[in-house]
T-cell receptor, first 115, second 107 residues
C-alpha cells in the first residue's frame, strides 16, 4: 500500500537555527499538507499546498515558515529561525483531491526538539 | 472559528462497546472524520461522514447529524489493541481536529 514518508524521524536543533523537514507524498496525490502536534495537545493545521502554491494557511504559519516542492517527489517545510515553542511532532499528509471524499494520508511524523 | 469538543477519557472492558461523542461548531463543513492515534504515531483514518446517518465499517461505526453539529464513533467488540486516542476532525478542505478521546481497554 502506498504511504507518505518523512525524514528525519527526529530532529534536534538549537534555538535560532533553520530546519528543513522533508516529506515524500503518495506519488499520484496532488494536495499536500503540514500539521503539527505539540506534546499532549491536539493536531493543528499549518498549511495546504496545491499546484506549487499555498492554498490555505493557519495563523501559526507565519513568516518563519515556508513550504516548497523542490522536485516531483519531495515536499518540504522550512522553519527559518526556530523557537522553543516550535518543539512538536510535524506530520505531512497528502490526498488525491481537495474534497471530503479524498482521505488525507498522514506520514509517520518528524519529532522536532528545539533546545 | 472552529470549536470541536469530545470527552477527554473513556474506559471500557474488552469485548464491550464504547461510544465517543463529538460536537462541533465550525465556520465551514464538508464532512466529519474519525482518526485513531496511538501514542507517538501518526493519525490513521477510521471513518467519515458527509451526509446524516450511520456509516458502518466492520467493528467501527460513525454517525452524523449536521443539524445538531453532532457525531459519534461506535467501537464494538473492543480489543486491547483499541486502546488509543480517537480524534474527531471537521473537514473544510483542511482538517480541524478535536483534542482527542483517550480510550483505555481493560481485560
Amino acid at each position: 500500500e502506498p504511504e507518505v514518508t518523512q525524514t528525519p524521524s527526529h530532529q534536534v536543533t538549537q534555538m535560532g537555527q533553520e530546519v528543513i523537514l522533508r516529506c515524500v507524498p503518495i506519488s499520484n496525490h496532488l494536495y499536500f499538507y503540514w500539521y503539527r502536534q505539540i506534546l499532549g495537545q491536539k493536531v493543528e493545521f499549518l498549511v495546504s499546498f496545491y499546484n506549487n502554491e499555498i492554498s490555505e494557511k493557519s495563523e501559526i504559519f507565519d513568516d518563519q515558515f515556508s513550504v516548497e516542492r523542490p522536485d516531483g517527489s519531495n515536499f518540504t517545510l522550512k522553519i527559518r529561525s526556530t523557537k522553543l515553542e516550535d518543539s512538536a511532532m510535524y506530520f505531512c499528509a497528502s490526498s488525491g483531491g481537495r474534497g471530503s471524499s479524498y482521505e488525507q494520508y498522514f506520514g509517520p511524523g518528524t519529532r522536532l526538539t528545539v533546545t | 472559528g472552529q470549536n470541536i469538543d469530545q470527552p477527554t477519557e473513556m474506559t471500557a472492558t474488552e469485548g464491550a462497546i464504547v461510544q465517543i461523542n463529538c460536537t462541533y461548531q465550525t465556520s465551514g463543513f464538508n464532512g466529519l472524520f474519525w482518526y485513531q492515534q496511538h501514542a507517538g504515531e501518526a493519525p490513521t483514518f477510521l471513518s467519515y461522514n458527509v451526509l446524516d446517518g450511520l456509516e458502518e465499517k466492520g467493528r467501527f461505526s460513525s454517525f452524523l447529524s449536521r443539524s445538531k453539529g453532532y457525531s459519534y464513533l461506535l467501537l464494538k467488540e473492543l480489543q486491547m489493541k483499541d486502546s488509543a486516542s480517537y480524534l474527531c476532525a471537521v473537514h473544510d478542505y483542511k482538517l480541524s481536529f478535536g483534542a482527542g478521546t483517550t480510550v483505555t481497554v481493560r481485560a
